[in-house]
């Protein structure tokens, strides 16, 4: 494994970083060689991080992109949520659209040729090492209720190669003026690369394809659990008895204790 070769991933807050707990020690446990960063904003303690770097992770600071008032003001929450509503499941109090953005920094990490980014709320259950060798931009599809998604990219997982014209050139899109990216840095990315190399759904599968799509969830091609919308460390989360097997293997990567053989996992019903 080439050292110009890491992971990634962002935290911006003390959730985020129970979430990338389990998502390094996943992997770890994994047997990848690559580096993996953490990148962090100033919304997280110190304390917080240092479980993370016990585990032998890089820490990084991102701090918030120098975006403009007005886009600051039309990408707050309560006016992002008001204005472009999440419909299809609910987002945790502690989700701030505007730090989704500073994800964009890692095209900053110039040291390394290509970095694949995983959401912290995402854990890796077998070797994906082997996304090193996609372009960029690769992205799984945004698939969890219809196949009719199969055209939206989730930004959960994706392939990058670092450079500061890119970035540059990005942040120039970003604050366009009346700019709107009405799912952050998801609709940006698509936006930006609009030839996008789609992933197989194995390489970023969302949670709630386990009830919505259960055909589609086999465990032995499964690489990545991707918890979007209610995240498996909340204590009263609505769908929890429809998506306990789930929970209970984040749960299982966050302890490093019971993880259980994925291939031998039962499938959900009707897949």
């Known amino acids: 494994m080439s050292s110009?070769?890491?992971?990634?991933?962002?935290?911006?807050?003390?959730?985020?970083?129970?979430?990338?707990?389990?998502?390094v020690r996943s992997l770890r446990l994994s047997g990848t060689a690559a580096d993996i960063v953490v990148m962090h904003t100033g919304g997280v303690a110190e304390r917080a991080l240092e479980p993370l770097a016990a585990l032998g992770a890089q820490l990084r600071r991102a701090d918030l992109l120098p975006t403009s008032n007005a886009f600051n003001e039309r990408h707050q929450r309560a006016k992002l949520h008001a204005d472009a509503p999440f419909t299809k499941g609910n987002k945790p109090a502690?989700?701030?659209?505007l730090d989704n953005f500073a994800k964009l920094r890692l095209w900053q990490m110039t040291e390394y040729e290509r970095v694949v980014?995983?959401?912290a709320d995402a854990i890796v259950i077998r070797n994906i090492d082997r996304l090193f060798g996609?372009?960029?931009?690769?992205?799984?599809?945004?698939?969890?209720?219809?196949?009719?998604?199969?055209?939206?990219?989730?930004?959960?997982?994706?392939?990058?190669s670092p450079s500061a014209a890119t970035f540059q050139a990005m942040l120039a899109m970003l604050d366009a003026p009346d700019a709107f990216w009405r799912r952050t840095d998801q609709t940006f990315l698509q936006a930006f690369f609009p030839a996008w190399h789609g992933l197989p759904v194995f390489f970023n599968m969302l949670q709630y394809v386990w009830f919505n799509l259960p055909e589609l969830w086999d465990w032995k091609s499964v690489s990545v659990v991707h918890y979007q919308y209610e995240k498996p460390w909340e204590k009263d989360r609505p769908k929890r008895t429809e998506l306990q097997p789930l929970i209970d293997l984040w749960h299982a990567y966050h302890a490093g204790?019971?993880?259980?053989?994925?291939?031998?996992?039962?499938?959900p019903t009707g897949s």
């Open 134 to 160: 996609y372009p960029e931009f690769s992205a799984a599809p945004n698939v969890y209720e219809s196949l009719a998604d199969f055209h939206r990219l989730n930004s959960g997982v994706f392939v990058a």
């Open 4 to 23: 110009r070769q890491a992971y990634a991933t962002l935290v911006t807050n003390a959730d985020y970083a129970t979430g990338a707990l389990a998502l």
């Open 257 to 267: 204790e019971g993880v259980p053989d994925v291939d031998a996992l039962a499938n």
């Open 117 to 119: 980014f995983i959401d």
């Open 94 to 97: 502690f989700h701030t659209p």
